[in-house]
Every structure is written in C-alpha cells, then in structure tokens.
C-alpha cells in the first residue's frame, strides 16, 4: 500500500501580471445565435453530443450554452464578420475538446471521435 502524504502543499494563488492580447468578441452575435436556434428548434442542444442543460440541469440550465466559433478569430489579423452560420451550439465539455485539437476541431471530427467511442 501506498502512504499519501497529507503534509505535502502546492502554494497557489501568487499574483501574476501576465499580458495577452484577447480579441473582442461580440456577444449580440452570440445572443442572435441563441435566440435563433431558440426560435427554430425550441431547444439549446450541443451540436456534437446533443447535451442540452436545461433538459439536464432544469431551470439554472434554461438558456444556457456555449457558442462556438468556427472561424478563429486569432487566425485573422484585422476585424472579421461574424455570420449566424459561423457560430455553434456546444456544450462546455465539447467545447473545450473543440479547443484542444490543434489546430481547433471541427465539430464533425469530434462528433466522429465520440461516435467511435460510444
Ligand atoms: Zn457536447
Ligand atoms: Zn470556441
């Protein structure tokens, strides 16, 4: 058997400065993308594994996902526009996965990994 050791302590919390360029993302499209698939299908589900957080979570879940960006906006040097199309519906664990394909993942190429796996 393995002895855990209860005294060891990582010491977290040290403050940072760290700087980043973050490029703005506009949440009316966002919003508009939501409210669209909300007005179509009556539902927020993730379009690679169908989670839908009301279904699961009620009523804290109502109205809630992620949006997804297909097109990168880091890729893009300058402003880019943002069409309804460009935009996915996802849950939060899928769009992390999304995020750490390398380049990102398509939503297909996930929905393929989970599909092979379930
Ligand atoms: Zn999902
Ligand atoms: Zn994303």
Redesign the pocket.
């Known amino acids: 058997m393995v002895d855990v050791d209860h005294e060891i302590i990582g010491v977290e919390g040290n403050p940072r400065f760290r700087t980043h360029l973050v490029r703005e993302r506009n949440r009316e499209i966002v919003q508009q993308k939501k409210k669209t698939i909300l007005a179509q299908a009556g539902k927020l589900e993730c379009e690679v594994c169908t989670f839908n957080f009301k279904a699961i979570y009620g009523e804290i879940g109502n109205n809630f996902c ?4 297909l097109i ?1 906006l880091n890729q893009a040097d300058g402003l880019v526009e943002t069409k309804l199309d460009d935009l ?1 519906i ?1 849950c939060s664990n899928c ?1 992390r996965m ?2 750490k394909g390398k380049p ?1 993942l398509k939503i297909e190429e996930l929905k393929k990994i989970i599909g092979s796996i379930r």
Do not use: K, M, Y
């Open positions: 992620e949006v997804h960006h990168p996915a996802v769009h999304l995020h990102l």
